[in-house]
């Protein structure tokens, strides 16, 4: 998109929601606040963060610019900058790309704006706090699952596996996959046949890498382990052209528990998802933020309580991380009992 073209967007959704332009450094309490800009909105999840985040920060009487990039370096740059020029005395940032989004950053603290990491870790830029989840924890969760249902299956820890990670370079598909890499390196029967990268988490991607293994392999392929919901759909996908989207076949796990996903766990083609839960991490990234867009001089240890510290190579990030769990055949009910998702929306009516 061009970049003119998404100021004067992002401008005129301002100018909708009734906020005021005016510099973070004239902005009163009164007047608090901030940006949140997600780096796309494929996945379904999506609508969830967008939602539990406004709703939190409006409920703490803050005004929300909102925005999301579709996967596009340059089309974030722009709405960042132009958050900046409406008032933002704070932003929280998903970054499209973690290795540049550094910059982002400093400018804004030249400005005096404050900015919040949230669900990836970017790195080389003064983050003020980030909140996500663990997403090492994510990938260790799938590839123990994996562990799991290769015993119970053959009754050893053998078989080929392909990893399919989400957009190169990105740190969190890098943490991720760095969780299910640590399981397969401790299992020597395990034999990694791909590790392929798919730019912008593209489902269609995903299926044709995953078409391309099972041809190369003759359909001798026991897992599929996928950064996201979408991948896995399009795994999912190659599998059924092969009549193998049966759980009992062929492993596949999936990350961000899509209502499409976790229809497939149910029907049995699917073995697990995890379920990054959304609401705890839009709601303490607004919370945050708010705090943050309030009182600009405030110390982040004053605000904040982190559960670790994490070095993004710029500076010692206070880091808020919250739950993920994996969602089998055995635990869906969990999803709907917390409102999630419907039980007809998981079974059918």
Same mark, same amino acid.
């Given at each position: 998109?061009?970049?003119?073209?998404?100021?004067?967007?992002?401008?005129?959704?301002?100018?909708?929601?009734?906020?005021?332009?005016?510099?973070?450094?004239?902005?009163?309490?009164?007047?608090?606040?901030?940006?949140?800009?997600?780096?796309?909105?494929?996945?379904?999840?999506? &609508?969830?963060?967008?939602?539990?985040?406004?709703? $939190? /920060?409006? !409920?703490?009487?803050?005004? =929300? *610019?909102?925005?999301?990039? +579709?996967?596009?370096?340059?089309?974030?740059?722009?709405?960042?900058?132009?958050?900046?020029?409406?008032?933002?005395?704070?932003?929280?940032?998903?970054?499209?790309?973690?290795?540049?989004?550094?910059?982002?950053?400093?400018?804004?603290?030249?400005?005096?704006?404050?900015?919040?990491?949230?669900?990836?870790?970017?790195?080389?830029?003064?983050?003020?706090?980030?909140?996500?989840?663990?997403?090492?924890?994510?990938?260790?969760?799938?590839?123990?699952?994996?562990?799991?249902?290769?015993?119970?299956?053959?009754?050893?820890?053998?078989?080929?596996?392909?990893?399919?990670?989400?957009?190169?370079?990105?740190?969190?598909?890098?943490?991720?996959?760095?969780?299910?890499?640590?399981?397969?390196?401790?299992?020597?029967?395990?034999?990694?046949?791909?590790? &392929?990268?798919?730019?912008?988490?593209?489902?269609? $991607? /995903?299926? !044709?890498?995953?078409?391309? =293994? *099972?041809?190369?392999?003759? +359909?001798?392929?026991?897992?599929?382990?996928?950064?996201?919901?979408?991948?896995?759909?399009?795994?999912?996908?190659?599998?059924?052209?092969?009549?193998?989207?049966?759980?009992?076949?062929?492993?596949?796990?999936?990350?961000?528990?899509?209502?499409?996903?976790?229809?497939?766990?149910?029907?049995?083609?699917?073995?697990?998802?995890?379920?990054?839960?959304?609401?705890?991490?839009?709601?303490?990234?607004?919370?945050?933020?708010?705090?943050?867009?309030?009182?600009?001089?405030?110390?982040?240890?004053?605000?904040?309580?982190?559960?670790?510290?994490?070095?993004?190579?710029?500076?010692?990030?206070?880091?808020?991380?919250?739950?993920?769990?994996?969602?089998?055949?055995?635990?869906?009910?969990?999803?709907?009992?917390?409102?999630?998702?419907?039980?007809? &929306?998981?079974?059918?009516?």
């Amino acid at each position: 998109m061009n970049i003119t073209r998404r100021h004067v967007l992002g401008a005129t959704a301002a100018a909708a929601a009734g906020t005021v332009f005016a510099s973070p450094r004239r902005a009163s309490a009164a007047a608090t606040k901030v940006g949140f800009l997600l780096k796309t909105m494929q996945e379904e999840r999506y &609508q969830r963060d967008k939602a539990d985040f406004l709703a $939190k /920060a409006q !409920a703490l009487g803050a005004t =929300v *610019l909102f925005d999301a990039a +579709n996967n596009d370096e340059q089309a974030q740059l722009a709405s960042f900058e132009n958050m900046m020029t409406q008032g933002a005395q704070c932003i929280v940032m998903q970054p499209v790309n973690t290795g540049t989004a550094g910059n982002m950053v400093k400018r804004a603290n030249r400005d005096g704006i404050r900015v919040v990491g949230y669900d990836s870790m970017l790195v080389n830029g003064p983050l003020d706090v980030m909140v996500t989840q663990d997403s090492w924890a994510v990938g260790k969760l799938q590839a123990d699952a994996m562990v799991d249902w290769l015993k119970k299956k053959n009754g050893d820890v053998k078989g080929k596996v392909a990893l399919i990670r989400g957009q190169p370079g990105d740190s969190n598909a890098a943490t991720m996959s760095g969780g299910v890499l640590e399981i397969i390196k401790a299992n020597p029967g395990l034999e990694l046949v791909a590790d &392929q990268s798919e730019e912008g988490w593209s489902s269609d $991607k /995903a299926m !044709a890498t995953a078409e391309d =293994v *099972l041809t190369k392999y003759k +359909n001798n392929v026991q897992a599929f382990i996928c950064n996201n919901s979408g991948m896995a759909r399009g795994v999912i996908a190659a599998l059924q052209g092969q009549n193998l989207a049966d759980a009992s076949k062929v492993f596949v796990a999936g990350s961000d528990a899509d209502l499409a996903n976790i229809q497939y766990v149910a029907q049995g083609k699917q073995a697990v998802e995890v379920w990054k839960q959304v609401k705890p991490l839009a709601e303490a990234a607004a919370e945050i933020a708010v705090k943050l867009a309030k009182d600009p001089d405030a110390k982040v240890a004053s605000l904040v309580k982190p559960q670790r510290m994490v070095n993004n190579g710029a500076v010692e990030v206070p880091t808020i991380v919250t739950p993920v769990v994996l969602i089998t055949k055995d635990n869906l009910n969990e999803m709907i009992e917390a409102g999630i998702y419907t039980k007809a &929306q998981v079974y059918g009516a």
